[in-house]
């Protein structure tokens, strides 16, 4: 398919999991994706994968919390490849996880750094450009701890919480500009984030059975499922602006089977 033809797409977190499932199907519908996290043997591995299925994809090594590796990645992005009119915030980190009487400050804070602090210095990078051309799609990965409060997450809920929020509120802002923003919620999937949370302790995080019994049962997914929702969401055809989705509703689901077909 070439529903992303001539699109550039950066996916932060694309290393592994969510995000290089993400970068895969994205370049497998036309873009030219870049691929960025801080694991530059990764990403290499990520772009071999793409290229050998005859896709267009470039590695950039960067720390989303680090405001001038930000700044470089798009740079040498538009330089490189193209201004880019898509940008998935996915990455991001799941600990500490423990009661917050027995977090360190610094844990703590890299947590938020990364979480709220990458998706912020991303989107504020790619932004300008967007706005300018009157066209672009931002996609910020969230989950259900944006709702739901879990003993053990202080970091992790808060986070969320204030992703969704910043959607809500640049949606407002960009209104009407061509661009849009919205944020997924992905659910249950099968990557090294849920492996981390099925590690835990019941006394850090006493929701662990949980996450146990859904890949007991077979209630994670596969990250490429999921994905389609990103894809459709990166789609030049798709509208939505300020929206929280959530993966497996049924509304979502068929107009993602609408656009990509399956």
């Avoid at 592994?16 to 993400?22: D, K, L």
Wanted: aromatic content about 6%; proline content about 5%; charged content about 20%.
């Amino acid at each position: 398919m070439s529903l992303l033809e001539g699109q550039t797409a950066i996916i932060t977190g694309a290393g592994r999991g969510f995000g290089r499932a993400v970068a895969e199907l994205l370049a497998s519908l036309g873009a030219h994706v870049v691929v960025a996290s801080r694991n530059a043997p990764q990403l290499d591995e990520v772009v071999a994968r793409i290229k050998a299925s005859k896709g267009r994809a470039l590695a950039y090594a960067a720390d989303v919390s680090d405001e001038r590796q930000v700044q470089d990645l798009v740079f040498n992005t538009e330089r490189w490849v193209g201004p880019p009119t898509i940008l998935v915030n996915n990455a991001g980190v799941v600990d500490p996880m423990a009661p917050l009487a027995r977090t360190d400050a610094t844990s703590w804070l890299r947590h938020i750094a990364v979480n709220v602090g990458g998706t912020y210095l991303a989107t504020r990078a790619v932004l300008p450009g967007m706005l300018e051309s009157g066209h672009g799609r931002i996609v910020n990965i969230s989950s259900g701890a944006a709702q739901k409060p879990s003993a053990g997450w202080t970091a992790y809920c808060t986070s969320k919480a204030a992703l969704e929020q910043f959607t809500r509120a640049l949606a407002v802002e960009i209104d009407g500009t061509g661009v849009t923003v919205n944020a997924l919620r992905p659910g249950y999937m099968e990557t090294a984030m849920m492996e981390r949370i099925r590690r835990a302790s019941e006394s850090d995080f006493p929701r662990v059975e949980e996450y146990r019994a859904a890949h007991q049962t077979g209630e994670t997914r596969d990250p490429r499922v999921p994905a389609r929702a990103v894809a459709y969401l990166a789609a030049p055809q798709t509208k939505r602006n300020g929206e929280i989705l959530r993966f497996g509703d049924a509304d979502l689901d068929a107009a993602i089977a609408a656009l990509l077909g399956g």
